[in-house]
């Protein structure tokens, strides 16, 4: 049954990160239409550029849960390569949960903020004022994103595999060698 | 000893890097606010870049610093009445003399929890720039058919009442935009062109100019109440002190500076209806601020007299 | 507190936590909430301050995160990650290999050669380094190529990616330090094909010196024409793709920062071109009835491969961004480039002294957090001295020399990031040490690289004005 509900969970989270990836090639046209409609001198949205600009924001939180799920960001393993199973294996569980514990902290006060800004008629986005963007809008990514992260820390301190393998380098670099050689391996 | 308990220490943030005129005149006031100040009240400059210039008035609101000399357009959309200081054609002592500083301070206080103390840098203007000469239309306006036009939130709502076509460009980009010509006009203030080399692309300038460049000195309200008679005081007057200071050297340098750029061959070009132009851009502003006061469904009653001490 | 030990303090406890394995984001975030809780919690009660420097901090990211400059990173991965998954890349490496003939370690040169089309067309080193580690090196250790022959080049080619326009770096790094950008991006062609050369040279000498590192063997022999016309269909149309980007640069189009979207752009022509339109020229109708099949998976694989590293470079940028403001508002910003400022020395000692530095970063941080947390403090003190070229070289020059010191940083033994990118893609049994022995000739030609640009600026500075 939690077997169940975990692998749900990782979906949920894969869909966010579709999103995300999404997001970037809207971003790739988003440019091209914008700066062809001005090179031709022909009208265009103006939201391209907030649309654009946000986008990093959204993408970030968007597609961070998934990462931390599959060991994809950026960690260097070289201490918990040195250490023996048993030591890695306590280690990797107490950095998850400070870490998890980073992500709480920051998905409740960002919370916080968003409720104070989503209840202030007068917080708008002072540099793109011309846009009328509500502060909220750029607020709303913070505790969603901290929150997922969290889970997915905590998630770690109790899994039977910890998040650190051991295998020195770089575990982000291990995802895209695998994908890299599978694909590979899929065209020959 | 007991003066040295009492002496009261502020804080500070300002937004643009040490270079530029603004932060050498708000940095100046400092030094002679901590002059007359020593045992009564200090202020502490925080080193540039330590709050992100649009999120330095929010700070001070916030009370997470004190004080910041910042333009009233970075956080001119939570206030909308700050345009009126954008958009003055008064001097800084006529809009003091009229009550509309005061005007402008009972709404800081009022909507964002600061304490307004000075217009500081009055002086400097705006005007359109262009790379090729610009034309004029039978209603004694400028013509801005096919040109593209870098936007910007201080005077985006006038380029748009002049039905010019405008581009949405960081400052950081605008210097390879103009030189390969994915915009070919930009407005800008009069001093400080030269600065960014925009000069180099851009050889024709649209005058009259209009606006005046601002930096306001707000701080925090909970510590203006909390500072001894003594020391408001102090902070008060010097800093109304330095507004006219401040002015005669801004008023200077864009003197200069029309000087400087005609002498580099800038190209400058009447509006055959001034009159009509100055109007366009004033108003266009006026109306971006009524809308958004009836947007945040507040009172609009104040707006006429702001109007009249700033635009005299 | 002294700002060297607040300095010290901060540096120090990101180092132990990215030391013991701490996400490098996260590593930065945690120490940027502590320090920030001291500068801006005034409030009494532990609850208020915590709000007001988590509160101040998202402010700022807020602000950081949502700048247009960033845009290059994430579109030059699409263009690269298309350039791959459309098979466009392995079109261009066998053309490479037909291209050569039977010269002896012909393919180290296809590693360089492929290599430098392929990251300057990605401007992404780790992701290059992933590809080609995976793609050459089992094979030509198949083929009996010594480890040094395979890896070397490969490690060394990232160096061109950052020089070599466009680059994703190069247009930051002007971003970043206001320079002109376009003025860069030309001043690096120059000292790209100087290190092209160089690197050719060095494979020509070793294997001229020790035939056994890269053995010869028979392959079938190419006709000329049929080379020609392999050049002309798989390697022309390729390369074009980076003539097109700046030309619409040049032509005003896009801005340097909008122009990657065009490379991504011209990718997926091409590839409806190899893909679509020859193949119903020709009559293959399996080809053609397959292509959606095959362009949708391609796209997805692309999309879902930008978007992970992309969120991979933005939560680093999230942390070290947020760090530099820190740094600045604690103060020990200032204080340190008036300490640097303060000794006497003459620019070329405060050139070598940042080249130190940036040899140091690199052994831990990615290139954008180096440039962001450099960037605010190095141009301003390189504007305070004069090496005699007038300050508009100047800053391209020493852009250009940043732009090498990265990439050599980011290679250096023991610690460079790309040799564990490296370790990572290698065949099983692979040494670290093996790898930090191959990669440190071809550092050795960038590092003199460098000192030949410090020797003779021109070789930075000429092309870029000879407008002018
Ligand atoms: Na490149
Ligand atoms: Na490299």
Redesign the pocket.
């Known amino acids: 049954m939690l077997k169940i509900v975990d692998d749900l969970w990782g979906r949920v989270l894969a869909v966010l990160m579709g999103i995300a990836a999404v997001y970037v090639a809207l971003i790739m046209i988003a440019i091209i239409y914008a700066s062809a409609f001005r090179f031709f001198g022909i009208a265009y949205s103006q939201y391209t550029i907030p649309f654009i600009e946000y986008g990093f924001l959204f993408i970030l939180f968007l597609g961070s849960p998934w990462l931390v799920r599959n060991r994809g960001h950026v960690y260097i393993e070289l201490l918990t390569a040195a250490l023996n199973d048993h030591g890695r294996d306590i280690l990797s569980r107490i950095i998850c949960f400070l870490a998890g514990l980073v992500c709480l902290i920051w998905a409740w006060y960002t919370w916080l903020l968003f409720l104070e800004r989503y209840d202030d008629m007068m917080a708008y986005d002072e540099l793109r004022a011309q846009y009328d963007i509500p502060l909220w809008v750029s607020t709303l990514p913070f505790p969603i994103g901290f929150f997922l992260m969290m889970i997915e820390f905590f998630r770690f301190t109790v899994m039977s595999k910890p998040m650190h393998t051991g295998l020195a380098g770089i575990a982000s670099d291990r995802i895209e060698l695998e994908d890299t050689q599978r694909d590979l391996r899929e065209t020959k | 000893q007991k003066q040295a308990q009492a002496e009261t220490k502020l804080t500070m943030v300002y937004p643009f890097p040490d270079f530029l005129i603004y932060t050498k005149n708000c940095k100046a006031l400092v030094k002679a606010i901590n002059e007359k100040g020593k045992g009564v009240v200090q202020i502490d400059v925080l080193p540039f870049n330590s709050i992100k210039m649009f999120q330095q008035a929010p700070a001070v609101s916030k009370g997470r610093v004190d004080l910041n000399c910042i333009p009233a357009a970075f956080y001119a959309r939570g206030i909308p009445e700050l345009e009126a200081i954008s958009t003055s054609s008064s001097t800084v002592a006529q809009a003091r003399q009229a009550g509309g500083i005061d005007m402008i301070d009972q709404l800081h206080q009022k909507h964002f929890g600061v304490k307004y103390l000075g217009w500081t840098s009055s002086g400097n203007k705006f005007r359109i720039y262009m790379k090729d000469p610009p034309k004029f239309g039978s209603d004694g306006l400028p013509n801005f058919d096919g040109v593209k036009m870098r936007d910007n939130p201080i005077y985006g709502a006038f380029l748009k009442a002049l039905k010019a076509t405008t581009h949405n460009l960081p400052a950081t980009q605008v210097y390879a935009a103009l030189e390969k010509g994915v915009v070919d006009s930009a407005a800008w203030a009069s001093y400080g062109l030269r600065g960014l080399k925009w000069d180099k692309f851009l050889r024709h300038a649209v005058v009259p100019d209009f606006y005046q460049t601002d930096i306001g000195w707000i701080i925090n309200l909970k510590k203006w109440n909390s500072l001894s008679t003594k020391a408001k005081n102090i902070v008060q007057s010097t800093v109304i002190e330095y507004e006219g200071i401040n002015r005669g050297i801004l008023q200077k340098l864009h003197k200069e500076e029309i000087a400087a750029l005609k002498k580099g061959g800038m190209k400058f070009y009447n509006v055959p209806n001034p009159k009509k132009y100055l109007q366009i851009a004033v108003d266009s502003a006026y109306d971006r601020m009524m809308g958004r006061l009836k947007k945040a469904k507040r009172s609009t009653d104040h707006v006429a007299k702001l109007r009249a001490a700033f635009r005299q | 507190m002294e700002w060297y030990w607040i300095l010290s303090l901060l540096l120090g406890s990101i180092l132990l936590l990215m030391f013991i394995g701490v996400p490098v984001g996260l590593a930065f975030i945690a120490v940027n909430s502590i320090a920030a809780f001291f500068l801006y919690g005034r409030f009494g009660s532990f609850d208020a301050n915590l709000s007001a420097s988590i509160g101040q901090l998202t402010d700022n990211a807020f602000a950081n995160m949502t700048i247009f400059a960033i845009v290059p990173i994430p579109m030059f991965l699409l263009m690269g990650e298309l350039f791959f998954h459309t098979g466009l890349a392995k079109r261009m490496f066998n053309a490479i290999e037909n291209l050569m003939g039977r010269a002896p370690a012909r393919l180290s040169y296809v590693t360089v050669a492929g290599g430098t089309a392929f990251?300057?067309l990605s401007?992404s080193s780790m992701g290059s380094t992933a590809l080609l580690g995976t793609l050459m090196v089992p094979e030509m250790t198949e083929r009996g190529y010594k480890k040094s022959m395979s890896i070397g080049p490969i490690l060394g080619t990232g160096g061109l990616?950052?020089?070599?326009?466009?680059?994703a770096l190069?247009v930051l790094l002007g971003t970043l330090a206001e320079i002109d950008i376009g003025r860069l991006l030309i001043g690096g062609i120059v000292p790209g094909l100087i290190l092209a050369s160089m690197y050719t040279l060095l494979i020509y000498t070793r294997a001229t010196l020790d035939p056994s590192v890269a053995p010869v063997y028979d392959i079938k022999f190419i006709p000329w024409s049929s080379r020609l016309k392999t050049f002309f269909s798989d390697v022309v149309p390729m390369v074009s793709v980076i003539f097109m980007v700046i030309l619409l640069i040049m032509f005003g189009v896009a801005t340097p920062s909008e122009s990657a979207a065009y490379g991504s752009l011209g990718v997926v022509i091409l590839s409806f071109i190899y893909l679509l339109i020859v193949p119903w020229f020709q009559g293959k109708k399996e080809v053609v009835s397959n292509f959606w099949n095959v362009f949708s998976v391609a796209l997805w694989k692309s999309m879902w491969g930008a978007g992970r590293v992309t969120i991979i470079a933005l939560m680093i940028l999230f942390g070290s961004s947020l760090f530099s403001n820190v740094l600045a508002g604690s103060g020990a910003s200032v204080k340190l480039i008036e300490w640097v400022t303060s000794f006497d020395v003459s620019g070329l000692v405060m050139l070598l002294i940042m080249f130190g530095i940036l040899l140091l970063l690199g052994m831990f941080m990615d290139q954008l957090a180096m440039m962001l947390l450099t960037v605010p403090i190095f141009f301003p003190i390189m504007a305070g001295f004069d090496f005699g070229m007038g300050p508009e070289r100047q800053v391209i020059w020493f852009a250009v020399i940043m732009l090498l010191a990265m990439e050599i940083s980011f290679t250096t033994p023991p610690f460079g990031l790309l040799l564990f990118v490296m370790q990572g893609v290698c065949p099983p049994g692979t040494r670290f040490g093996e790898i930090c022995m191959a990669a440190i000739p071809f550092m050795g030609c960038a590092i003199f690289l460098v000192i030949m640009i410090v020797i003779f600026p021109e070789i930075a500075t000429w092309l870029p004005f000879i407008t002018k």
Not at chain 3, 161 to 167: Q, T, V
């Open positions: 990251a300057t401007g990616a950052m020089l070599i326009p466009p680059s190069a």
